[in-house]
C-alpha cells in the first residue's frame, strides 16, 4: 500500500504491510521488523500467507474459496507467526 513501511517477500511475492498493524498482533513479525531489509517467509505458501495477512488486518477469513486443507495451513501459519486475536 501507499503507506507500507515493511516488506515481506514469501515464493518471490513482495507483501506491502504496515509495522503498526502487524507489530502488535505477532511477537514473530514485531521481532523481524526490527531488522533491515525484506523478511523472507520460507515455511508457508503464499497463498497462505496472503489470507493470514488479510486475517491480521481484517479479522475476518473469506470462507467462500477455502477448502480445509488452507484452513489447516492457516491455522499452522498462525500459531507459527504466533498470531494474536482481538477480542
Known amino acids: 500500500g501507499k503507506f507500507s ?8 511475492i ?3 504491510v504496515h509495522r503498526v498493524v502487524l507489530g ?6 514485531m521481532t523481524a521488523m526490527d531488522q533491515e531489509g525484506p523478511m523472507l517467509v520460507r515455511d508457508v505458501d503464499s497463498g497462505t500467507l496472503q489470507v493470514l495477512l ?3 488486518y481484517s479479522g475476518r477469513v473469506d470462507v467462500d474459496n ?10 499452522t501459519a ?3 507467526y504466533q498470531v494474536m486475536v482481538d477480542k
Open 5 to 12: 513501511d515493511f516488506t515481506i517477500r514469501c515464493e518471490g
Open 24 to 29: 502488535p498482533k505477532s511477537p514473530v513479525f
Open 54 to 56: 488479510r486475517f491480521m
Open 78 to 80: 498462525s500459531d507459527l
Open 14 to 16: 513482495d507483501f506491502k
Open 66 to 75: 477455502i477448502n480445509p486443507a488452507k484452513i489447516m495451513k492457516l491455522i
